[in-house]
């Protein structure tokens, strides 16, 4: 299992991208959390298989066609406690 958490900027508020997110994780079989940041970013915290988590960061470069993206951080974090994925 896999545990990172991603920052994504750019035009990412407003524009569907959490629920985006949440979908495509589903999809992937990740575990974790979508939520809006204060500063205009989203915040991504994920946990699955080393390909799945690859993948969902992958795809969090492009995001759906209504947002834009500028930049995607990402780092590996301690196992966290998700059963699903959520968005908040």
Request: glycine residues 12%.
């Amino acid at each position: 299992m896999r545990y990172m958490q991603a920052r994504v900027t750019g035009h990412v508020q407003g524009v569907g991208f959490r629920q985006a997110t949440a979908h495509r994780a589903r999809e992937l079989g990740v575990v974790g959390h979508a939520s809006n940041c204060d500063d205009g970013s989203v915040e991504v915290g994920m946990a699955g298989s080393h390909d799945a988590v690859t993948t969902l960061i992958e795809w969090l470069e492009t995001g759906p066609a209504s947002a834009r993206v500028d930049r995607v951080t990402s780092e590996e974090i301690k196992p966290q406690a998700w059963s699903d994925f959520r968005t908040g």
